[in-house]
């Protein structure tokens, strides 16, 4: 007689590329005979895939953890797995701290998953890199239908002063061209029309091609209508990439370039190895070759050493470069990293205000970019049904904004279609066909 299937449940934190770790993690469990469900009730494991990027994102994850401690009082059999970066941070200690916890597994171990689950005796799967990562295939169970994640390359060697990042996700390492190529094809195969390559850097991606050449050959592959990638490193952005960017019709015009302050000598003490000038040649140059381009980045307010004037030179750049959007934190230190430990840490107080004056000038910026689209056409793709209001398609312009469509029976999930914009907010758009 079959054994019933094992039921789990994956609570994801952190960035894209942790929501497609889950994915592979689910491909592999779905192919060992186990069953995802939708909440921990429910289940016979839990996997919490975390991430400890900044203070706030650790701090969530140990309260659903204690939460979980309940529930595993009432259901004793419960096995909790801890899987991502704080997993890879804290390896065995985790198990110390938490002792209803069953394993903990890193990000560059997660093909182990379907092993440890079934040996979840108290062990820490984190030992040191893995060293083959890019070579390993993985079954990937993915919700979505029309937009996919695709990693193209894995790890970090960049070593930004404040980021955590190289320490849980090791070194770069790319994977082989036609691997990436031979996955999209069947993602186009099974009626995905957007691919969104991953990698912290991705245009250091290094393989039998460079990213550039990557991109080419994507762009070739049929079905698949439109490109994207995630994240860009300013001191990487070549002449070269803008130019496919350009040339490839199904690369999208939007680009999340990280800017991180607008002080030069604050982007050295982080290791960016860029000073602001090239960067804003950079942009200089994005948008003379793309005029259409969309520019979002990610600004961290109150580094150490921030002074008044640093943050003065930042809040210029903002208005100087004028962002379609921004994901602002305030400084948060990371045990392992250099700026945890630099001389000057700023006040939290301090710290809390320059990012709210960084959020409020940058609100009016969206808003003013946004209102500009108000009666221009935009080509759209369909990719899901509105989470608030049933009666609406939720799409994206080749830009990267939010778009919603009332629902009619000319409309479907996956059809590109040019719309006029009727109505523009700071977080979205509107058109009423
Ligand atoms: N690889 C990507 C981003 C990774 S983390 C890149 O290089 O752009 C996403 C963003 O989190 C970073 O761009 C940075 O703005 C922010 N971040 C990283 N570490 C941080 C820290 N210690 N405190 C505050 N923000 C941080
Ligand atoms: Fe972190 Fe810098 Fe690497 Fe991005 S490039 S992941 S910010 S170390
Ligand atoms: Fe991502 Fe958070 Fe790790 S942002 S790489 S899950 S620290």
């Known amino acids: 007689m079959r054994n019933e299937q094992k039921k789990y449940y994956i609570a994801t934190f952190g960035c894209q590329m942790n929501v497609h770790d889950s994915e592979k993690m689910a491909g592999i469990l779905n192919s060992n005979d186990y069953k995802e469900v939708s909440s921990a009730q429910d289940a016979d494991v839990v996997i919490f895939n975390t991430c400890s990027i900044r203070e706030k994102a650790e701090h969530k994850f140990f309260s659903e953890l204690g939460r979980i401690k309940m529930l595993k009082k009432k259901k004793p059999g419960l096995k909790i797995a801890v899987a991502g970066c704080i997993a890879q941070q804290h390896g065995k200690k985790l198990l110390k701290r938490a002792s209803f916890v069953d394993c903990v597994i890193g990000p560059q171990n997660i093909h182990q998953i379907f092993d440890t689950l079934q040996h979840a005796d108290r062990s820490a799967v984190t030992s040191g890199g893995n060293e083959t990562i890019a070579e390993t295939e993985m079954p990937v169970f993915r919700k979505t239908d029309i937009s996919a994640l695709v990693n193209i390359m894995y790890g970090c060697n960049n070593f930004c002063s404040y980021c955590i990042v190289p320490h849980t996700r090791g070194r770069e390492q790319s994977r082989a061209s036609q691997s990436i190529i031979n996955e999209i094809r069947s993602l186009a195969e099974k009626g995905y029309k957007e691919v969104t390559l991953l990698g912290q850097n991705v245009n250091s991606y290094a393989s039998d091609l460079d990213f550039p050449e990557l991109l080419a050959k994507i762009n070739e592959i049929e079905g698949i209508l439109r490109i994207r990638f995630v994240t860009s490193n300013p001191k990487d952005l070549s002449e070269k990439l803008i130019e496919v960017m350009r040339d490839s019709e199904k690369i999208c015009e939007h680009l999340h370039l990280p800017l991180q302050s607008g002080s030069t000598k604050i982007l050295s003490m982080m290791n960016r190895k860029y000073s602001y000038e090239k960067y804003f040649q950079k942009v200089e140059l994005l948008r003379k070759m793309?005029?259409?381009?969309?520019?979002?980045?990610?600004?961290?307010?109150?580094?150490?050493?921030?002074?008044?004037?640093?943050?003065?030179?930042?809040?210029?750049?903002?208005?100087?470069?004028?962002?379609?959007?921004?994901?602002?934190?305030?400084?948060?230190?990371?045990?392992?990293?250099?700026?945890?430990?630099?001389?000057?840490?700023?006040?939290?107080?301090?710290?809390?205000?320059?990012?709210?004056?960084?959020?409020?000038?940058?609100?009016?910026?969206?808003?003013?970019?946004?209102?500009?689209?108000?009666?221009?056409?935009?080509?759209?793709?369909?990719?899901?049904?509105?989470?608030?209001?049933?009666?609406?398609?939720?799409?994206?312009t080749r830009t990267n904004k939010i778009i919603t469509v009332p629902k009619n029976d000319n409309i479907r999930k996956g059809l590109l279609l040019n719309v006029l914009i009727n109505q523009a907010n700071r977080h979205s758009l509107n058109t009423i066909l």
């Open 290 to 396: 793309i005029p259409d381009i969309a520019i979002t980045t990610d600004i961290i307010a109150g580094f150490p050493q921030e002074t008044d004037d640093d943050h003065a030179l930042t809040m210029n750049s903002l208005r100087e470069l004028s962002f379609d959007g921004i994901y602002a934190f305030k400084f948060s230190p990371r045990k392992g990293t250099s700026a945890a430990l630099m001389d000057g840490q700023v006040d939290q107080t301090v710290r809390a205000e320059r990012l709210q004056e960084i959020l409020d000038i940058q609100n009016d910026i969206t808003e003013l970019k946004n209102k500009k689209l108000e009666g221009t056409t935009q080509e759209i793709l369909i990719d899901g049904i509105d989470e608030k209001d049933s009666g609406l398609y939720t799409g994206r």
